[in-house]
């Protein structure tokens, strides 16, 4: 029963996570209160972040027999690809905007539209959603239970249907473009053979 009710809880997390970022959504909040709109982003990610408390208590405080725990030469390489995972993410918020992905440009501009920008960093290269790469790796690496597997697997699973929505959107927004760089590069899994060369990524981002 406990197993079902984690399970549900991401379910509802992952539902209401969907519907304030859906376009639909913010499009309904700009035809009532368009004032409120250059603080949305900021809105959005306080409440992800207070929504995901609970869940994550429900998970952790849930009691489950291991069902793998990473011993000896097995343990130093999982934590070394958590440690790389963990550099990766830290490495990669260069090339990111974080100021408005924190909505703190929608804020300074009093607009929620942001100018788009279409630039392929080092680790978009190898694979179109680093982050969500990084968050497998930190889920996948850890020590299991059934607590942790049922949240392993539930995230899983949404970061694989949110990539497809999200590139929805930036097919929507760059066209061919992005289409060319979706067959030239994984989804989610690094793959050695499948890459874009530094000169590729930018004559495509231009």
Same mark, same amino acid.
Request: aromatic letters at 16%; glycine letters at 6%.
């Given at each position: 029963?406990?197993?079902?009710?984690?399970?549900?809880?991401?379910?509802?997390?992952?539902?209401?996570?969907?519907?304030?970022?859906?376009?639909?959504?913010?499009?309904?909040?700009?035809?009532?209160?368009?004032?409120?709109?250059?603080?949305?982003?900021?809105?959005?990610?306080?409440?992800?972040? $207070?929504?995901?408390?609970?869940?994550?208590?429900?998970?952790?405080?849930?009691?489950?027999?291991?069902?793998?725990?990473?011993?000896?030469?097995?343990?130093?390489?999982?934590?070394?690809?958590?440690?790389?995972?963990?550099?990766?993410?830290?490495?990669?918020?260069?090339?990111?905007?974080?100021?408005?992905?924190?909505?703190?440009?929608? $804020?300074?501009?009093?607009?929620?539209?942001?100018?788009?920008?279409?630039?392929?960093?080092?680790?978009?290269?190898?694979?179109?959603?680093?982050?969500?790469?990084?968050?497998?790796?930190?889920?996948?690496?850890?020590?299991?239970?059934?607590?942790?597997?049922?949240?392993?697997?539930?995230?899983?699973?949404?970061?694989?249907?949110?990539?497809?929505?999200?590139?929805?959107?930036?097919?929507?927004?760059?066209?061919?473009?992005?289409?060319?760089?979706?067959?030239?590069?994984?989804?989610?899994?690094?793959?050695?053979?499948?890459?874009?060369?530094?000169?590729?990524?930018?004559? $495509?981002?231009?």
């Amino acid at each position: 029963m406990r197993l079902t009710e984690i399970l549900l809880a991401w379910l509802g997390y992952f539902a209401l996570h969907s519907l304030l970022a859906a376009t639909t959504i913010k499009a309904w909040v700009e035809r009532h209160w368009p004032r409120l709109m250059p603080g949305y982003r900021m809105v959005f990610n306080l409440i992800a972040t $207070l929504a995901l408390a609970p869940v994550v208590w429900l998970v952790y405080s849930a009691e489950g027999a291991w069902l793998w725990q990473w011993q000896g030469n097995w343990a130093w390489v999982a934590n070394g690809a958590r440690l790389a995972a963990i550099l990766c993410f830290l490495a990669s918020t260069r090339y990111y905007d974080m100021s408005e992905f924190l909505g703190l440009s929608q $804020l300074r501009a009093h607009d929620n539209v942001v100018p788009l920008s279409y630039t392929i960093s080092p680790f978009h290269r190898f694979v179109r959603h680093p982050w969500y790469s990084i968050a497998l790796v930190l889920i996948w690496t850890g020590n299991m239970n059934g607590p942790l597997l049922v949240t392993g697997l539930a995230i899983t699973a949404y970061l694989f249907v949110g990539s497809k929505l999200e590139e929805r959107k930036l097919i929507a927004s760059y066209g061919e473009s992005y289409r060319k760089y979706m067959a030239a590069v994984p989804g989610l899994i690094p793959l050695p053979w499948k890459y874009l060369s530094a000169d590729d990524a930018k004559a $495509l981002s231009q």
